[in-house]
């Protein structure tokens, strides 16, 4: 069973179907906070404090805080890559142009 949409929801809807641009820009918003919430999910679920990560990725432990919160705007590839590779795992990349979905790994 739905849940009614609030008055607010209602509102950001409207606004979202009147502007495509919008409607894109706050789509890309939040896939980058999916990443990162992901990732910081993977981490905890791994048992790997932001510490031990930050050694890693060579950065400071304050750092990652920042990515996890979502306070940096516009993850960088090359953060994407150096996280997940800290975090053991391999970096896909993917597009999708005329229909057609291409994924690469990324090569370290």
Do not use: C
């Not at 919008?22 to 679920?45: G, P």
Request: aromatic share 4%.
């Amino acid at each position: 069973m739905r849940s009614k949409k609030s008055e607010f929801m209602q509102m950001v809807d409207s606004k979202l179907a009147g502007n495509a641009d919008l409607a894109r820009r706050v789509e890309a918003a939040l896939t980058e906070m999916r990443v990162e919430q992901d990732l910081a999910a993977e981490r905890e679920k791994l048992g790997i404090t932001q510490t031990e990560l930050a050694h890693r990725m060579g950065v400071t432990q304050s750092r990652v805080a920042g990515l996890e919160s979502g306070r940096g705007k516009n993850l960088e590839l090359r953060t994407y890559v150096r996280w997940v590779t800290a975090l053991g795992g391999q970096p896909i990349l993917g597009y999708t142009v005329n229909g057609h979905r291409r994924l690469a790994t990324a090569k370290h």
